[in-house]
């Protein structure tokens, strides 16, 4: 069987969305190769190869990254980051385009500290802990249920952060872990209210309106939001009796 080679890449993309109708399985199939040097043991040359059969083609696609040392890692670092750049990439079909996929065998994973879910269920706890402390009985088993539940939040969305390089199944079982955990905590706080006579605001009330538009991110932060609105509420009543004062 005939085979097309390239060493553009490209190139090579423009000659398959061309024949994109005969592409076989509408696959391309795309690893780093490995050659060992014979003259230096400790070298080896490291290209990226793509393949793809095009009717009764071949298309092979080299890209050349450079040599690798196994006693030099500073010099293996810049074709390190050309491999990473070109290689284990997967190719797919997007209407009717080949789109390459940055994503290698092991995607980059474990990043949970940047994601804003992380950092908002990891305040939740630390707000948790400091009301059951003080609000719920320390013999309570209700405390430690409450407590327990915001910790699995943090730590099943860190995990799940963990897992996804290698299961995205596992990611997205952790994920739910900790969406439930969470869910159990907003009933928990519910019923707090609840049993004391306490009202439950809704979404819109304007004291959580102004607490969503501080975007609080630290517990000093959520502590300077509940004195300014006890100011307000202090302020409202006052406010009315001297209204009435006047009329």
């Known amino acids: 069987m005939p085979i097309v080679q390239f060493n553009n890449v490209e190139e090579f993309v423009a000659e398959l969305t061309t024949d994109l109708a005969q592409l076989d399985r509408q696959l391309v199939r795309v690893t780093n190769l490995y050659q060992q040097s014979r003259q230096t043991p400790i070298i080896q040359y490291v290209s990226v190869v793509a393949t793809a059969r095009v009717a009764a083609d071949i298309l092979r696609l080299d890209v050349y990254c450079g040599e690798v040392w196994n006693v030099d890692t500073q010099h293996n670092a810049p074709v390190l980051k050309k491999m990473e750049q070109y290689g284990f990439q997967r190719a797919r079909l997007d209407h009717g385009r080949i789109v390459g996929i940055e994503e290698p065998l092991i995607p980059k994973h474990g990043g949970y500290r940047r994601l ?20 719920i009985e320390s013999r309570s088993r209700t405390r430690d249920q409450m407590v327990q539940a915001a910790r699995s939040g943090v730590q099943n969305i860190a995990e799940g952060s963990q897992a996804s390089a290698t299961s995205k199944k596992t990611e997205l079982k952790l994920t739910n872990v900790a969406r439930a955990s969470l869910e159990e905590l907003r009933l928990d706080y519910e019923d707090f209210l609840r049993q004391r006579g306490l009202p439950l605001l809704t979404p819109d009330h304007p004291a959580l309106v102004r607490f969503k538009a501080r975007r609080c991110a630290t517990v000093e932060e959520v502590r300077r939001w509940v004195v300014d609105e006890r100011g307000r509420t202090r302020k409202a009543p006052r406010a009315r009796k001297l209204g009435g004062v006047r009329r």
Do not use: P
Not at 118 to 130: E, G, P, S, W
């Open 116 to 135: 804003k879910s992380f950092q908002l269920a990891q305040l939740v706890y630390d707000i948790t802990a400091r009301f059951c402390e003080r609000y």
